[in-house]
């Protein structure tokens, strides 16, 4: 499988998803700096079983880095443990690749089976320790990067860690997906191109800058979106389906 994991909305889930009847069973990345917000909506039945087919529980630590919210591991480890997530992302150190691994490994004695991030830049014998014990590496720092550089470095990665469950996260680059069999990729995109900046990323590279749409046809767009990007999921799941087959038997087993 390849699993494509829209970015939770927001402020704008109510509007997006009301009466929405999406073409394919959406899959929702949530970070947990905003897990209050997200509860509040699952209680407003802003999300029907019926519409979401896998959930990730992102650390919230790419959030903690921008903004200063701190995380409480406590609370995190909790939610991690629910049993309301399909899987889950270990919370990571960025920047300090020996604190982000004891997170980890604190973290899977704990008892809940999140997964590690490999970061840009940290050394490749984490990678190796990663892809030999756990069922699934996350791999960050690298988006926002010039494309030719995030080529060499997933080029690297998959060199030195396949076969291995490897997401692309922050990212659904159909370039990248068709490059590499990813387990799984997650953005925000889908909503921010319309909703929040009112641009569109056309297919040969340009980005189309709207001027001033309503916010219904804001809306529209941002539907269209979910509906695209999950349809790019089903593709690549069935180009790489052979492909991460052969990783289910050779790399360890989600616990």
Not at 91 to 112: F, M, P, Q
Not at 222 to 233: I, P
Request: proline fraction near 5%; charged fraction near 30%.
């Amino acid at each position: 499988m390849t699993d494509v994991y829209l970015g939770w909305p927001g402020s704008y889930a109510r509007a997006i998803f009301d009466g929405f009847e999406p073409r394919y069973p959406i899959n929702l990345l949530v970070s947990f700096a905003y897990i209050d917000e997200w509860r509040r909506d699952c209680e407003a039945g802003v999300w029907p079983s019926d519409r979401i087919a896998s959930t990730m529980l992102d650390s919230g630590a790419f959030t903690a880095h921008t903004t200063g919210k701190a995380i409480d591991r406590e609370a995190l480890l909790a939610e991690q443990r629910s049993g309301r997530w399909t899987e889950s992302v270990a919370l990571d150190a960025i920047g300090d690749a020996a604190k982000s691994e004891a997170n980890w490994r604190a973290t899977v004695a704990a008892g809940s089976d999140a997964f590690p991030t490999f970061h840009y830049g940290e050394p490749w014998d984490v990678l190796e320790r990663y892809v030999t014990e756990s069922w699934k590496v996350g791999l960050g720092g690298i988006v926002g990067r010039p494309k030719a550089e995030q080529v060499r470095w997933y080029d690297e990665v998959f060199r030195r860690g396949w076969p291995a469950r490897f997401p692309l996260s922050g990212s659904i680059d159909e370039r990248l997906l068709r490059r590499y069999p990813f387990h799984s990729c997650d953005s925000a995109v889908w909503y921010l191109e319309l909703v929040r900046y009112a641009g569109w990323a056309l297919p040969d590279g340009r980005y189309l800058c709207l001027k001033g749409p309503a916010v219904a046809e804001r809306i529209a767009g941002a539907r269209y979106s979910a509906d695209r990007y999950a349809e790019r999921g089903q593709r690549m799941a069935a180009r790489w389906r052979k492909a991460l087959r052969e990783v289910d038997r050779r790399r360890p087993a989600r616990p």
